[in-house]
C-alpha cells in the first residue's frame, strides 16, 4: 500500500473514531432494521457524513460528494466496517446515490445538478424508479404510461409497477412515451417528477418475506416540470440504458444472507460438526462449500481487477451485465448453503427457538431470489452478453 493510501486510511479511521456516535455500533438500520430511539444519534450522524461529502464519497464537492476516487471510498467502507458503523445515506435515498443521481452526473443539466443531486448526498430525500409497468418488464421499451406536452409541464398518465420505496419517496425517476408515433424505442423520454402530488397514487404490493418494499404506482394527470425532463425529449432510452448500468454496478457486490460476520466454513463446522481430523462432517457438503468459496472469490478477485484497471475513476459498462450474473450466482448459491446448513434452524419464521440471525436467514434466503430479476433478469443480462460484449446478432427484441 503506498504512504498516500496508508495516509488516507489512518485519517478515515480517525475521523470515525471522533464521530461516529458509539451508541449506534452494530445498528445498521439495513441489517438490524431502524431504532427509532436512536433518531438524534442516527441524524446527527448522517449529518456528519453529508457534511464530510462520504453520503456519496466520490461525487464531485460542488454536488455534495467528496470528489473522491473508487479505491478511497472502498476504503472509506472498509474503515466504517471495521468499526462496526456504516453509511445510511444510500438507504436513506432509496434509488437515488446508486441509480438516479449518477444518471443526473451523466445527463443532467447543471441546474438539475444542483437542485438534485446536493439532497440525495445529505440523504435529505428518497427517490423511486417508475420503469417496469405490467405489459413492460424485461421488453422496457413496450412501455405505455404517457406524457403529454402542456406548456411548461408535462402531463402523465399511466402506471407502473415494482415501483421499489414508492410509498416513502419525495421523487420519482420515470420513463415516460412522449411520441406515440415513433418506433418504440425512439419516442421514449426520462422525466423526474415529484411524488407528493395528487396525480400520483402508489399503492404498495405485500410480499412472500412479509414486507411491502414496492408498489404499483399510479399517475392520473400528474406533473413533470419540463425543467425536469432528464437528457433529451425523445431520447429518454439512451438515459435509461445508462441508469439501467448504473443500477447492476451497485448490484455487483455479492451481498449475502445472513451471518454477514461468520465466515461459512465456521458456520458450517458449528452447525453439522467435524469429523476427528476436524473436517466437516459432511463430505457432499463440504465439496459444494468449498466450490462457493471459490467462486465467492474469483467473484472479489475480478471485482477489484476490474477497479484496479479503471484506475479508480467510477466506470460503468456492459461488463456490469456480466458481474450482475456472476453476484447473483454468489449471493444466492451463498443463500441456499446457509439454508441447509441450519436445517430445520434456518426455517423458522418467528419464535423464541429460533435466535435472531436464523430468522434472518430465512427472510434474507426469499428476498434474495429476487436479485436474478431485479436490475434486468439472468436472462436479459446474457443477451446483452451475447450482443454488447460477444457481438452476436440481436434475436429477442423487435421495433
Ligand atoms: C426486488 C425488485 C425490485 C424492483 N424494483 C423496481 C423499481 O424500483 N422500479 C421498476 O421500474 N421496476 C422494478 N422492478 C421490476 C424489474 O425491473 C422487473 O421485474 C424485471 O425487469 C423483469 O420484468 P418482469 O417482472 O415484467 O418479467 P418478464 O419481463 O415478464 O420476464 C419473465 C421471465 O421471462 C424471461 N424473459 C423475458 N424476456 C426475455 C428475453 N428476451 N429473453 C430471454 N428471457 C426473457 C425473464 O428472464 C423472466 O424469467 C423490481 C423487481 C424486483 C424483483
Not at 488516507?8 to 480517525?14: E, T
Not at 432528464?230 to 448500468?245: A, F, M, T, Y
Not at 450466482?329 to 448453503?337: F, H, I, K, M, Y
Request: proline share 4%.
Amino acid at each position: 500500500m503506498s504512504e498516500q493510501n496508508q495516509n488516507f486510511r489512518a485519517g478515515v479511521k480517525d475521523w470515525i473514531k471522533d464521530n461516529f456516535p458509539s451508541t449506534l455500533k452494530g445498528q445498521n438500520p439495513a441489517t438490524v432494521g431502524y431504532a427509532a430511539a436512536l433518531e438524534d444519534d442516527h441524524d446527527l450522524w448522517r449529518q456528519r457524513l453529508a457534511e464530510k461529502g462520504w453520503g456519496a464519497p466520490t461525487w464531485p464537492k460542488e454536488y455534495g460528494g467528496a470528489g473522491l476516487g473508487q479505491r478511497e471510498e472502498r476504503t472509506i467502507n472498509d474503515e466504517l466496517s471495521n468499526a462496526d458503523a456504516f453509511n445510511p445515506i444510500p438507504g436513506i435515498a432509496l434509488m437515488g446515490v446508486t441509480m438516479v443521481g449518477p444518471t443526473i452526473l451523466d445527463y443532467g443539466t447543471e441546474e438539475q445538478k444542483i437542485r438534485h443531486l446536493i439532497p440525495i448526498a445529505r440523504g435529505e430525500v428518497k427517490w423511486c424508479l417508475g420503469l417496469s409497468e405490467p405489459g413492460a418488464g424485461s421488453d422496457l421499451a413496450s412501455l405505455r404510461t404517457r406524457a403529454v406536452d402542456d406548456g411548461d409541464h408535462y402531463v402523465v398518465n399511466g402506471s407502473k409497477i415494482w415501483t421499489s420505496g414508492a410509498h416513502q419517496s419525495q421523487w420519482c425517476g420515470a420513463v415516460v412515451r412522449t411520441d406515440p408515433d415513433a418506433k418504440k424505442r425512439n419516442g421514449i423520454s426520462f422525466v423526474m417528477l415529484p411524488m407528493d402530488q395528487e396525480g400520483v397514487d402508489p399503492q404498495p404490493i405485500k410480499l412472500i418475506s412479509g414486507a411491502s418494499a414496492f408498489c404499483e404506482t399510479f399517475f392520473n394527470d400528474a406533473i413533470a416540470e419540463k425543467s425536469d425532463l432528464l437528457g433529451p425529449l425523445n431520447e429518454g432510452w439512451s438515459v435509461v440504458k445508462r441508469l439501467l448500468q448504473h443500477e447492476r454496478q451497485s448490484q455487483i457486490g455479492a451481498r449475502t444472507a445472513g451471518f454477514r460476520s461468520e465466515p461459512m466454513q465456521d458456520l458450517a463446522k458449528r452447525y453439522i460438526g467435524v469429523d476427528g481430523d476436524g473436517k466437516l462432517n459432511d463430505g457432499d457438503l463440504r465439496q459444494r462449500l468449498t466450490k462457493h468459496l471459490i467462486d465467492r472469490q474469483a467473484h472479489s478477485l475480478t471485482l477489484a481487477r476490474i477497479a484496479a484497471e479503471a484506475k479508480g475513476k467510477v466506470e460503468v459498462s456492459a461488463a456490469a451485465s456480466i458481474l450482475k450474473n456472476s453476484a447473483t450466482n454468489v449471493s444466492q448459491t451463498r443463500a441456499d448453503l446457509t439454508l441447509e446448513i441450519m436445517g430445520d434452524q434456518g426455517l423458522g419464521w418467528e419464535g423464541d427457538t429460533f435466535d435472531a440471525k436464523e430468522l434472518e436467514t430465512v427472510r434474507a434466503w426469499l428476498y434474495g431470489m429476487a436479485s436474478s430479476i431485479a436490475g434486468g433478469s439472468f436472462e436479459v443480462q446474457y443477451n446483452i452478453i451475447s450482443k454488447n460484449i460477444l457481438g452476436l446478432p440481436e434475436t429477442t427484441q423487435q421495433g
